[in-house]
Every structure is written in structure tokens, then in C-alpha cells.
């Protein structure tokens, strides 16, 4: 019989820190560590093939009982870098929006930005694989992850989705953070967190396994500016109010 905590991760740079510490702590003998893109481990975690998953905080309403437990986060206090809406033209000229497969928490903000920040009227298209070549004239994309990061030196306009709900609402955004769908033990997320911590006071370590990306885009800048990793009162209610406007 298998004991062992099925956990699932989203396999993106921006967790490479909290993974770090956790494989390689003596957690790794209690854990079934599953790596996919946000939406998938979603499922995932909505489906009961995993216990906790670091998803977006969007399937929140989908589960029947949540459970936020731990005190780490992808969080930002300020411009995230990457989670954006891509364009050739500006945010007035734009008039369809391509929304990345492979998140719901990001493509549900850019709804929300677009109509009460941006004041925009669009039609959304839903993407798939390839549809970030298909981003040309008025025709605009949300682009998450190492993606994201990737096509910044390919598009004229950028519009950072956290800077902008930032500025909307005052108040820090929580893309992703651990959530069970079942109570977990005290003493294993003590020592869940304490995993999470150690990559984080080596991030260096944690740039260094990553090389090919330090090129187009400062990791170090990323990982102390861009996103913000405790999941701090100001994040709750800066989640709490994007699951309000979800309804």
C-alpha cells in the first residue's frame, strides 16, 4: 500500500526555489511528487489524484473543501514578468485576445483587467499549442510562465497582468499557492514549509541549475523582485478579492 503524500507542482521556474529544498530533504521518502502545467495539476487536485497541489488559486470554488496550508505562495507585490498580455500594438488597439491553455487563475485576471481596468471590450480566444506565433496586429495573448519570460524581447507591448491588478485594487496577487483537498498533518507541513524555506535562502543554487534562461531574462531580479513567496495577510486578501470578483 502506498502511504505516501501525492503532491503536485507546476513545473515552472517560478517554483524552482520551493521544489529545491524538497527534493532534497528526507521528505521526498513520504511524498509522490507529480510536475505539470497549472491547469493540469488543478485537475488534478479537483479530481482527488493528488492531495495538495501548488495551483492556481482559481479552483478554489471547484473544490469541495479546501484546505490553504502552508505559508509559501506565487505571489507578486509588484510587476510579476511573467504572467502578460502580449501585443504588436497598444492596449487601445487591441481586439482579440488569445487565453493560454495552460492557466486558469492568469486568464480569469486578464478578464477581470480588461473589462474593469482596462475598460476593454474583446473577444477571447481559447489557445492552443502554437498560438503564440499567431499574436500579430490586433490580435493580442496571455502568456504565463518560462514562455512569458521567453517572448519578452519579441513584442512591442507588454502589460504585466500583477502590476496592473495592483494598481487597480491596491493590493498584492496570489497566482498560486499550496492547497489541500483534505487536512494534512501539523508536523508533516512543518516540515513541508521548512523544505520550502531552504530554496529560498539558496537561490543561487537554484539559478545555477538553470543557465540557458539567465540569458533572457535576470533570475536573481526575478526571484527577490518579481514574484513575492509568503503568503502574507495582504495576499489573502488580495486573493480573497479576486475569488470575490470570480463570481
Given at each position: 500500500?502506498?502511504?505516501?503524500?501525492?503532491i503536485g507542482a507546476v513545473s515552472y521556474l517560478n517554483t524552482r526555489p520551493l521544489l529545491l529544498g524538497m527534493e532534497q530533504s528526507d521528505l521526498m521518502d513520504k511524498i509522490e511528487l507529480v510536475k505539470a502545467y497549472p491547469a493540469k495539476i488543478a485537475q488534478d487536485?479537483?479530481?482527488?489524484?493528488?492531495?495538495?497541489?501548488?495551483?492556481?488559486?482559481?479552483?478554489?470554488p471547484f473544490l469541495?473543501?479546501?484546505?490553504?496550508?502552508?505559508?509559501?505562495c506565487i505571489g507578486a507585490e509588484t510587476d510579476v514578468a511573467s504572467v502578460c498580455i502580449f501585443s504588436d500594438?497598444?492596449?487601445?488597439?487591441?481586439?482579440?485576445?488569445?487565453?493560454?491553455?495552460?492557466?486558469?487563475?492568469?486568464?480569469?485576471?486578464?478578464?477581470i483587467l480588461l473589462e474593469q481596468y482596462w475598460k476593454k471590450d474583446v473577444e477571447f480566444i481559447s489557445a492552443s499549442e502554437g498560438y503564440i506565433d499567431l499574436i500579430s496586429g490586433?490580435?493580442?495573448?496571455?502568456?504565463?510562465?518560462?514562455?512569458?519570460?521567453?517572448?519578452?524581447?519579441?513584442?512591442?507591448?507588454?502589460?504585466?497582468?500583477?502590476?496592473?491588478w495592483i494598481d487597480h485594487t491596491g493590493l498584492p496577487f496570489v497566482f498560486a499557492t499550496w492547497i489541500a483537498n483534505k487536512p494534512i498533518p501539523a508536523e508533516f507541513m512543518e516540515a513541508?514549509?521548512?523544505?520550502?524555506?531552504?530554496?529560498?535562502?539558496?537561490?543561487?543554487?537554484?539559478?545555477?541549475?538553470?543557465?540557458?534562461?539567465?540569458?533572457?531574462y535576470d533570475l536573481h531580479k526575478y526571484y527577490t523582485e518579481n514574484i513575492s513567496y509568503e503568503?502574507?495577510?495582504?495576499?489573502?486578501k488580495g486573493m480573497e478579492l479576486f475569488l470575490s470578483l470570480l463570481k
Open positions: 500500500m502506498n502511504n505516501r503524500w501525492r487536485l479537483v479530481d482527488g489524484n493528488i492531495d495538495m497541489g501548488l495551483v492556481p488559486v482559481a479552483i478554489t469541495k473543501d479546501p484546505h490553504f496550508v502552508s505559508r509559501f500594438v497598444p492596449m487601445e488597439q487591441v481586439e482579440k485576445v488569445y487565453l493560454d491553455y495552460q492557466s486558469r487563475t492568469s486568464v480569469q485576471l486578464a478578464r490586433t490580435t493580442a495573448g496571455v502568456i504565463i510562465g518560462d514562455r512569458a519570460l521567453a517572448a519578452r524581447p519579441h513584442f512591442k507591448y507588454i502589460y504585466d497582468l500583477a502590476g496592473a513541508f514549509d521548512h523544505a520550502n524555506a531552504y530554496g529560498l535562502m539558496h537561490l543561487e543554487e537554484v539559478i545555477k541549475s538553470i543557465p540557458a534562461l539567465e540569458q533572457v503568503f502574507t495577510p495582504e495576499k489573502r
